[in-house]
């Protein structure tokens, strides 16, 4: 059954640093997505992207972040600058045309933020 | 704004007993209402969706959710737990009130299976 994959599964940062999380979603998926979850909270829509561009983001989605689809597998979240509060897992997901709300999800990555 | 309410965060049962994982909602619209299971170091994994086919719909591993509108609920159940069943269940929430390409997620229920 195809699946999320995303790597790494766990990246150790300095603040103030640049990271980039990978994310292949599942291979006939137009839609894609970012979700974080900082440790004890709820999980946390940050950003979708469609058709090449970026169709809804939240508040949290601020000029620091930004995706992008660099070839046809492949989903970037890229953060500039981190802070210590960006430390979460951090999940990608896709879904088929016809059902966006119908997400699966990867298995996360975990951002430390030293 | 749509949202959803987990109204534990944990529940304990002992295996071949029934599991109850309750949860309401609030939406100005017809929502479409999903359940997602998280074990421990994996991804989030779709259990079944909801959207206005059936009010009782059914997922995997033998779970299954009741829409109850009169009750703004969406109660996620199994006759039987197995030990494999203890992760972390989070109920989900999209539609036209947020856009359908986000989801809301609630607080997550931590289900707990003793033998």
């Known amino acids: 059954e195809p699946e999320v994959t995303q790597t790494p599964s766990h990246q150790v940062t300095q603040m103030g640093q640049e990271v980039i999380l990978r994310c292949v979603p599942i291979s006939n998926h137009l839609y894609f997505y970012w979700y974080r979850q900082i440790l004890g909270q709820k999980v946390e829509f940050l950003v979708s992207?469609?058709?090449?561009?970026?169709?809804?983001k939240s508040e949290i989605f601020d000029d620091q972040f930004s995706v992008e689809r660099p070839d046809g597998s492949n989903f970037t979240l890229k953060i500039r600058s981190t802070k210590l509060e960006d430390s979460a897992m951090y999940f990608c997901?896709?879904?088929?045309?016809?059902?966006?709300?119908?997400?699966?999800f990867g298995p996360g990555t975990r951002l430390t933020v030293l | 704004a749509q949202s959803v309410t987990q109204l534990d965060s944990h529940v304990s049962v002992s295996e071949g007993t029934p599991v109850l994982l309750r949860c309401n909602y609030s939406s100005s619209y017809s929502p479409s209402l999903f359940w997602y299971v998280q074990h421990p170091n994996k991804g989030l994994q779709l259990l079944l969706k909801?959207?206005?086919?059936?009010?009782l719909v059914k997922g995997i591993n033998g779970f299954e959710a009741e829409f109850k509108k009169s009750e703004t609920s969406f109660h996620l159940t199994k006759p039987s737990a197995h030990m494999s069943d203890a992760a972390e269940y989070f109920c989900?929430?999209?539609?036209?009130?947020?856009?359908?390409?986000?989801?809301?997620f609630g607080t997550g229920t931590r289900l707990l299976v003793s033998p």
């Open positions: 992207f469609y058709n090449n561009e970026i169709s809804e």
């Open positions: 989900v929430v999209s539609g036209r009130g947020t856009g359908f390409q986000k989801l809301v």
């Open positions: 909801y959207t206005s086919a059936a009010t």
């Open positions: 997901a896709s879904s088929p045309a016809g059902a966006p709300d119908t997400q699966y």
